[in-house]
């Protein structure tokens, strides 16, 4: 059964810093993986979807990566600022399925 | 502008009263989906549709209905709701369902039931 999981659940950093979010998830029989970032009270917005065939996906100051083999996938966010903080999700299509999974997300506050 | 819009944004009930979650894209997406958060429990999904009349079950079904009659539209209804029931849902599309696109999420309803 296909379980995704996201550690830590939160982080704080100071404005500048480069940060790295994980997903983890149990099956690497995945299409692909999209990252979502949700501001509170709001939507879900995509950021990145990574293909099984991708290892890597890049928009801006973001870049996702994947490693099917060990089940995981990092957002990697350059000179964060206060205005990326926010819960990032991480989801998957489960394999075989027309379903999707989340992570529970990691909420990410970035101090000016 | 592409999107997906729920009617409606918030909404507060009493227990057992009817009611229908609307959901509509304009993008021709094959694939829809309804989620609802909880803290704690993250997005879990809850009906979905591959195409017009073809809807299965998410991981989380009861106490929920859908139709799809046409391709743009994916409501959701609660004949019975009950005060667990109560949580931000979303509806989500995709251009199909096999899992190698894109999501794309609407702004969420948040639903109170008393």
């Known amino acids: 059964k296909q379980e995704v999981t996201q550690i830590p659940a939160a982080l704080s950093v100071p404005e500048g810093e480069n940060l790295v979010l994980n997903c983890s998830f149990t099956d690497s029989a995945i299409y692909n993986l999209q990252w979502f970032r949700q501001d509170p009270g709001k939507g879900l917005t995509s950021l990145l979807l990574?293909?099984?065939?991708?290892r890597e996906q890049t928009s801006g100051r973001l870049n996702a990566s994947l490693d099917k083999s060990s089940g995981r996938s990092t957002l990697y966010i350059a000179a964060s600022q206060p205005g990326d903080s926010a819960t990032y999700l991480c989801a998957v299509p489960i394999s075989g399925t027309y379903k999707y999974i989340f992570g529970t997300g990691t909420r990410l506050k970035v101090l000016a | 502008e592409a999107q997906v819009t729920q009617n409606p944004r918030y909404l507060i009930t009493v227990t057992g009263k009817k009611l229908t979650v609307t959901c509509s894209q304009n993008?021709?997406?094959?694939?829809m989906s309804w989620y609802r958060q909880d803290p704690g429990l993250g997005l879990r999904q809850i009906y979905y549709?591959?195409?017009?009349?073809?809807?299965d079950k998410g991981d989380v079904p009861e106490g929920y209905k859908v139709s799809r009659k046409e391709k743009r539209n994916f409501p959701l209804i609660l004949e019975s709701p009950s005060p667990n029931q109560t949580s931000l849902y979303f509806c989500?599309?995709?251009?199909?369902?096999?899992?190698?696109?894109?999501?794309?999420f609407g702004p969420g309803t948040r639903l109170t039931v008393t």
């Open positions: 993008m021709n997406h094959e694939y």
């Open positions: 549709s591959m195409n017009v009349e073809v809807t």
């Open positions: 990574i293909q099984s065939s991708q």
């Open positions: 989500a599309s995709s251009p199909r369902g096999t899992g190698r696109y894109e999501q794309y």
